[in-house]
């Protein structure tokens, strides 16, 4: 099943400058290992040793915090946005 | 001002320390932890100090050697420089020798701390010769940056959750900003702002200027010390959205004590946030000091982050400083705008009804001293927030336009100020401390219905004038 998963900025220059790219993987963590098997040393950018996201990386399916679901191993559905974006301050 | 010096290094990333040039960027490209400015600070100690700022108008420019600009051209010469207040009758209510209140609710020119950070924000983005600056806020912001960007001749963008208080919306629209309203929170309005800053090349002031930006807040603690005579005071109260700002304060105390400017003294910062949206106290509380996401639900719009960006920091500092981190309730925040106002002439927005909320409970739960000095950081004006009070406070009497009438609504008064007082007396009694109560209306006194009258200028009095 692939997802579209969309880029930051900050994270283009790993990926040729696509915008949004197209990933397999039934839950968050399988898909960050497909952007990992396209773009070697993307994931460890995203995550920690032990495959944590990164306390300043949110990753977001659709419009929800996949923080407040169920971190790596929250399952994806076909048709599902997941979008990564670096913390933003407070306004 | 022509003196123009840079004591600016770069940008280092505060997680991994990874180095960067100065350029609109905000995070590190390794590990997406936040940049941050680095300056020269023994270049700074040769040629900086405190003649140099006490020279210079009061304005948190005084200061301009510790921001992260380059030119000579200021944008914002006249911000900050608010009053530090001396608030014995609110220490006197709350039992405590020492109380300050850092007014920012009288910045200029949008009459919140949000003025400082964006006229460094502005400043830098017309070195890096941007045309459009825009924001995602709460609303503070989004009036600082409309005002100061529409002065100083900039397109202007800013979106902020569509269903923000009319004060906030209308202090963005009226200076002619672009204002866009989005369906959802802050977070999902800040989530699309780091969409757009990637998408356009605008100077989004807390995406992509966000180093420059924060470090505007510290002149709030610059200016604290400056006006403590000097000192680093024992305890800082300040609200939390971001996290960002209580941060900041922090390493303006650090900053000024590593110049020589104030002695190393130990500040415990203590933050508050409101009940319904708490995650940086909870990280404290909790003591992972981990940021969970929360979705928002509170008064205090001006706080309504309900995933902090500086969370993390903000919960590391208070339990690195010993402070202490405490929410307040919608009510309790109510309550905190009111003694405020009843006490020190000060009206302040919903996040500082939280600040003196959360400052009151701490004192009553003895974890914040009562014999230490303690400032209390006040970030907005209650004009702006008029909503959270219009059910309460709008009480007053309407009369006819004859003296007569005008004696019997005193008498009226009176007797209602005067069983006030003995209920009052009855509950000290029973043991209660001091509380804020209600106006007690007599039956004859109109509640307005119309949401734009202020509060009545009589409210909270014992009693009136003798006559």
């Not at chain 2, 409101?274 to 706080?303: H, M, Q, Y």
Request: aromatic share 6%; proline share 5%; charged share 25%.
């Amino acid at each position: 099943m692939a997802i579209q998963v969309r880029i930051p900025s900050v994270l283009r220059r790993q990926t040729e400058g696509a915008e949004t790219v197209s990933l397999e993987g039934a839950t968050i963590g399988e898909i960050l290992m497909s952007l990992e098997t396209r773009y070697e040393g993307l994931k460890g950018k995203l995550c920690g040793p032990q495959g944590e996201i990164r306390r300043f990386v949110n990753i977001y399916i659709n419009d929800n915090d996949v923080r407040l679901l169920g971190g790596p191993t929250t399952k994806v559905s076909e048709g599902d946005e997941v979008t990564i974006i670096p913390a933003v301050a407070g306004g | 001002m022509a003196e123009a010096m840079s004591f600016v290094k770069g940008l280092k990333c505060k997680e991994c320390g990874a180095e960067q040039p100065v350029a609109p960027r905000a995070i590190c490209e390794d590990c997406f932890g936040p940049l941050e400015v680095t300056y020269d600070y023994a270049a700074l100690a040769r040629t900086f100090d405190r003649d140099r700022v006490t020279a210079r108008p009061r304005s948190m420019w005084r200061f301009r050697e510790l921001l992260p600009v380059d030119g000579e051209r200021i944008l914002g010469e006249e911000v900050g420089g608010t009053p530090l207040v001396r608030a014995d009758r609110l220490a006197a209510r709350l039992g405590v020798r020492e109380l300050y209140v850092k007014n920012d609710a009288v910045n200029f020119p949008t009459l919140s701390f949000k003025d400082r950070v964006v006229s460094v924000a502005l400043t830098k983005a017309r070195e890096f010769g941007m045309t459009t600056v825009g924001c995602a806020s709460t609303g503070n912001l989004a009036n600082a940056v409309a005002a100061q960007g529409v002065r100083h001749g900039f397109e202007t963008c800013i979106l902020v959750p569509e269903d923000l208080e009319a004060a906030k919306i209308l202090g963005t629209t009226v200076f002619g900003a672009r204002l866009v309203g989005v369906k959802g929170d802050y977070d999902q309005v800040n989530r699309l702002c780091s969409q757009i800053a990637d998408r356009f090349g605008w100077g989004i002031v807390n995406v992509n200027l966000r180093p420059f930006y924060g470090e505007g807040s510290k002149t709030v603690g610059y200016e604290i010390a400056e006006q403590l005579g000097w000192k680093a005071p024992a305890n800082v109260v300040c609200c939390m959205a971001g996290g960002s700002l209580i941060t900041k304060i922090a390493k303006g105390f650090g900053e000024l004590a590593e110049l020589g400017f104030i002695d190393k003294s130990p500040t415990a910062f203590h933050g508050a946030q409101a009940t319904g949206c708490n995650p940086i106290v909870t990280a404290v509380k909790d003591g992972s000091g981990e940021i969970r996401p929360v979705k928002a639900r509170t008064i205090a719009r001006s706080l309504a982050i309900g995933n902090p960006a500086d969370g993390y920091y903000a919960a590391r500092l208070i339990r690195d400083s010993g402070g202490q981190a405490e929410d307040a309730s919608d009510t309790e925040i109510v309550d905190g705008i009111r003694l405020l106002a009843e006490t020190e002439g000060i009206f302040t927005e919903t996040a500082g009804g939280v600040t003196v909320a959360v400052a009151k409970k701490l004192i009553e739960q003895g974890r914040l001293s009562r014999t230490e000095p303690i400032v209390l950081v006040i970030t907005g004006n209650g004009l702006k927030t008029m909503e959270a009070l219009t059910s309460t406070a709008a009480v007053y009497p309407v009369i006819e336009p004859r003296l007569e009438a005008f004696e019997k609504t005193m008498a009226r008064a009176d007797a209602a100020a005067a069983a006030k007082s003995a209920a009052a007396a009855g509950a000290t009694e029973a043991g209660a401390g001091p509380t804020i109560s209600a106006f007690a209306a007599p039956s004859s006194f109109v509640t307005s219905s119309n949401s734009a009258v202020p509060p009545a200028p009589n409210h909270g009095r014992t009693s009136w004038p003798s006559r």
